[in-house]
């Protein structure tokens, strides 16, 4: 059974950083191309970084140059650091593949900008 665990998530002030893991099993996780997906309340789910299998990454605009992906094939885990935050950062934050499948979404990682 696939599993991708999310962490890392809490409660930080605007302007600062989180650091979110997502931990795969059961998946060949060096054959796919990986994405962070977020959904805040109201609002539907939109993938945000993505990093394919050679490592290229590529962005939503409006994380651009706060966000950073990246991934560990011999750990099967991949990372977001989130530099900057803001108040429209606030949401659950999923890992998945691109595309997505619906059975491998997790449990999320609530991250919430507030001061």
């Known amino acids: 059974q696939v599993q991708l665990v999310e962490s890392g998530g809490g409660l930080v002030q605007p302007g600062g950083s989180l650091r979110l893991s997502c931990a795969a099993s059961?998946?060949?996780?060096?054959?796919?191309?990986m994405a962070w997906y977020r959904q805040a309340p109201g609002k539907e789910r939109e993938r945000v970084a993505t990093v394919t299998i050679d490592g290229r990454t590529n962005y939503v605009d409006s994380v651009k140059g706060r966000f950073t992906i990246s991934r560990d094939n011999a750990k099967n885990t991949v990372y977001l650091q989130m530099n900057s935050l803001k108040f429209e950062d606030t949401a659950v934050y999923y890992c998945?593949?691109?595309?997505?499948?619906?059975?491998?979404w997790g449990q999320g990682t609530q991250v919430t900008v507030s001061s």
């Open positions: 998945n593949t691109v595309p997505f499948l619906r059975p491998y």
């Open positions: 059961s998946i060949s996780f060096s054959s796919n191309v």
